[in-house]
């Protein structure tokens, strides 16, 4: 069974700033892939950024990257000049590659952008 | 406009009185799925569906029912909703098979008095 663990329940930054986000997570599999989740209060579940396990470079997108680890399991989300419309509770999700579709959740971090 | 939306929004009910949730997509996709989130537990699969009339159960089935009979549909289905299903329920559709994004309806606020 598949497990990701988010340690940081809460975080908060100042606007602009740049701060990351830490996931680790626990697989026999080869392949699959990783994911960042943003719920922001309206509640919808919005995708952030993807990283297929078999690519080495690590995924960019506009001001959110990330830092995947495939060794040491680890994939950990960057936000570059963090805007008040990141705040979010942001999830981080693995999926095995074929069959259920399933996403198995971290427990979330709660992000807070200080104006 | 790709959609999956989900009725009712918001609902409040009693013990023991059945209640459904329904799903509906407009994508043709052939894999939905049901998750409830629980604060400090994230999201956890409840049952899914590979194709119409394909049903299976994920990690937390206990106390819920589903059916597939077309595609774009996945009601779920609590026949007698305890307390302890009070959550906020999500469904999410995928193309499937080795496409890996996945959408996901607006959320529902169930609570069980």
């Known amino acids: 069974a598949q497990t990701v663990t988010q340690s940081q329940p809460e975080m908060s930054v100042q606007e602009a700033e740049t701060v990351t986000l830490s996931c680790t997570y626990d697989?026999?599999?080869?392949?699959?892939?990783l994911f960042w989740y943003k719920q922001p209060p309206s509640r919808q579940m919005i995708l952030v950024i993807r990283q297929e396990a078999y690519k080495q470079q690590n995924a960019t997108e506009n001001r959110f990257s990330v830092n995947f680890q495939k060794a040491a399991k680890s994939f950990s989300l960057k936000i570059s000049d963090s805007q008040l419309g990141d705040t979010a509770m942001y999830f981080c999700?693995?999926?095995?590659?074929?069959?259920?579709?399933?996403?198995?959740f971290g427990t979330g971090t709660r992000l807070t952008i200080i104006p | 406009e790709a959609q999956v939306t989900q009725n009712p929004r918001y609902l409040i009910t009693v013990t023991g009185k059945k209640l459904t949730v329904t799903c509906s997509q407009n994508m043709n996709h052939e894999y939905m799925s049901w998750y409830r989130q629980d604060p400090g537990l994230g999201l956890r699969q409840i049952y899914y569906s590979m194709n119409v009339e394909v049903t299976d159960k994920g990690d937390v089935p206990e106390g819920y029912k589903v059916s597939r009979k077309e595609k774009r549909n996945f009601p779920l289905i609590l026949e007698s909703p305890s307390p302890n299903q009070t959550s906020l329920y999500f469904c999410a559709t995928a193309v499937g098979g080795l496409f890996y994004e996945q959408y996901f309806g607006p959320g529902t606020r169930l609570t069980v008095t």
């Open positions: 999700a693995f999926k095995v590659g074929f069959g259920n579709e399933k996403l198995t």
């Open positions: 697989t026999s599999e080869n392949n699959y892939y």
